[in-house]
């Protein structure tokens, strides 16, 4: 690969792969890379402007974006579109990591989804591994720490309660706390 090309003499090269959702600051950016330097050339597959955008995925090389891709859904069919990949990282393996934090980020979308297409349009079984990230997201979920309520605190000296609003304002309006009348 020529990974060692992006290198300087004294620098180090530091991958960063991001997922999200929207990643809205880098869709222009991805869409661009993806027209530019689509990975793999012949096998990306068009899709609808109606179809959903699940994930969206932008893998960063010195915080310079290398690699990107979207997960799409029109209709029945899941499947990754727009993959992009710099000269130095045009391989399967960067297409597979974008890939996998892609279909991580829309777990909850795929819960019925036992199939998606990757980039070469070949069929790519996630059910096991949806299952067991919605399997994890429930651990974390029951691990969390459960609400107790609201806390009352008694000052000191205060034993008895504060008295009820008297009944002469009973059925006259309140104005709004900030405001004077």
Not at 46 to 69: C, H, K, P, Q
Request: glycine share 8%; net charge positive; aromatic share 6%.
């Amino acid at each position: 690969m020529m990974i060692d090309s992006l290198r300087g003499p004294e620098s180090e090269l530091s991958l960063m792969l991001k997922g999200t959702r929207t990643a809205m600051s880098f869709v222009a950016e991805a869409r661009r890379l993806a027209i530019s330097d689509p990975y793999p050339a012949a096998g990306q597959p068009g899709y609808s402007t109606m179809a959903d955008v699940l994930a969206r995925a932008v893998l960063f090389a010195n915080w310079e974006v290398v690699g990107a891709g979207a997960l799409v859904r029109a209709g029945s069919v899941t499947r990754v579109v727009e993959i992009g990949l710099k000269p130095a990282f045009r391989s399967d393996e960067y297409l597979r990591r974008l890939t996998w934090r892609m279909v991580a980020d829309a777990t909850h979308e795929l819960a019925e989804t036992p199939v998606i297409e990757d980039g070469h349009r070949a069929p790519l079984d996630i059910a096991a591994f949806v299952a067991r990230r919605r399997q994890n997201r429930a651990d974390d979920r029951a691990a969390r720490p459960t609400r107790i309520g609201r806390i009352t605190i008694q000052l000191p000296g205060r034993d008895r309660p504060l008295p009820a609003a008297s009944d002469e304002r009973a059925g006259m309006p309140r104005a709004p706390k900030g405001y004077t009348v």
